[in-house]
């Protein structure tokens, strides 16, 4: 196992290509830009990808009921901007389908 980081953008919806099975742990700012953090099986080809959805909120920003699960909160500015991530779970049982759409987000070394 390891622990890899990828960089997201401040938008709210995107989806970001992770290798398959990746656990994400948290999200942060780091050097001004939000990134997560996933726990990622060493076995796992980096090339071997699935989409995973990701919204940002801010604080008193409308949300919708399939808002997701929590991941993290980051800051950006000094407190000027605070954003609330969650990441929608689709699967077996689902209503909602995982929408492809965007670019992937480079891992960051």
């Given at each position: 196992m390891r622990v890899l980081k990828w960089a997201i953008e401040v938008t709210d919806k995107q989806t970001v290509q992770l290798p398959v099975g990746a656990e994400i742990l948290c999200v942060q700012a780091?050097?001004?830009?939000?990134?997560?953090?996933?726990?990622?099986?060493?076995?796992?080809?980096l090339s071997t990808v699935e989409p995973r959805v990701l919204f940002t909120h801010g604080t008193g920003h409308e949300t919708s009921p399939d808002i997701g699960c929590y991941i993290g909160t980051y800051q950006l500015e000094s407190g000027a901007f605070v954003?609330?991530?969650?990441?929608?779970?689709?699967?077996?049982?689902?209503?909602?389908?995982?929408?492809?759409?965007?670019q992937p987000v480079a891992i960051l070394e």
């Open positions: 780091q050097h001004g830009r939000p990134c997560i953090w996933a726990l990622v099986d060493g076995e796992v080809s954003g609330h991530v969650f990441e929608l779970r689709t699967g077996i049982g689902s209503k909602l389908p995982i929408p492809v759409a965007g």
